[in-house]
């Protein structure tokens, strides 16, 4: 009686927290704060219109992150909990920009890591500012490639292809660097407690096990800083303990977001 009484409040748990992830990330995703009110959003990429050539909102406030000599990183200042990050990795002399939000600062850093060789889409819903900081920086947008483009130092590692989430990975070999959008994230709703790399909340009973095809030295995340040490045996532990770390994922969010979590004052 007592086993079954803890399964049921761990499933109303984890359907409390889902719905409450589910409804932040359909919510806010799109949700950009811009220098002024002329910047480009999100919604207007989602609704199809024209971008002027050279041209960026940008945000302000941008946090730099994940800084290890070949890449760099930028967390974008709002949705906060969302922890936004996109970055840009070099290899072989060529600069790759992955899931951008605009930032002036940080798009000018990446300039300097050498010669800008595009920008790379890794998940559906990461529009962000994809498209216009190709257009701004000069170079072609590569959105949910199935193959690298020629020449690229790295390879394309397939996660997801449903009809409402597809989304890839890239692995830098010789750099031993993965770089993910949604599958994997430390933002701290993705974390059960203890962990320092978690599946993303809608994937957690049928995790990405494709990225155990990789042993990284850095994991690159689309939702919070990277992971820089131990970084295979983070990936490894993350994937392989996701369900079984569910009921403690859900428990620690429904104290943290649910109805009756201590709100700031």
Do not use: K, N
Request: aromatic fraction near 6%; hydrophobic fraction near 45%; proline fraction near 7%.
């Amino acid at each position: 009686m007592r086993a079954a009484g803890a399964a049921r409040r761990d499933r109303h748990a984890l359907s409390v927290s889902a719905a409450t992830i589910l409804t932040h990330r359909t919510d806010l995703e799109p949700a950009i704060t811009r220098r002024g009110r002329g910047g480009l959003t999100d919604r207007a990429l989602l609704a199809g219109e024209e971008v002027a050539a050279g041209t960026v909102g940008g945000v302000e406030g941008a946090r730099l992150v994940d800084e290890i000599g070949f890449a760099f990183g930028w967390i974008a200042p709002e949705p906060r909990f969302m922890q936004r990050a996109s970055h840009a990795v070099a290899a072989d002399g060529r600069v790759w920009v992955i899931d951008p939000v605009a930032d002036e600062s940080a798009l000018g850093r990446a300039r300097e890591l050498g010669d800008l060789a595009g920008v790379v889409q890794l998940l559906d819903r990461h529009r962000r500012d994809c498209r216009a900081v190709a257009e701004q920086l000069g170079v072609p947008h590569y959105e949910l490639p199935e193959q690298p483009p020629a020449g690229a130092p790295f390879e394309v590692l397939p996660l997801l292809r449903r009809r409402w989430w597809h989304e890839v990975a890239l692995w830098f070999p010789e750099e031993r660097t993965l770089v993910c959008a949604d599958a994997v994230g430390t933002a701290q709703y993705y974390r059960a407690p203890g962990e320092r790399l978690g599946v993303s909340p809608l994937l957690r009973l049928t995790p990405p096990r494709r990225l155990l095809a990789v042993e990284p030295d850095h994991v690159l995340v689309g939702h919070g800083e990277g992971i820089h040490e131990d970084a295979a045996a983070a990936l490894r532990e993350a994937v392989t303990l996701a369900r079984r770390r569910t009921p403690s994922w859900a428990r620690a969010g429904l104290r943290a977001h649910g109805p009756f979590a201590r709100r700031p004052r």
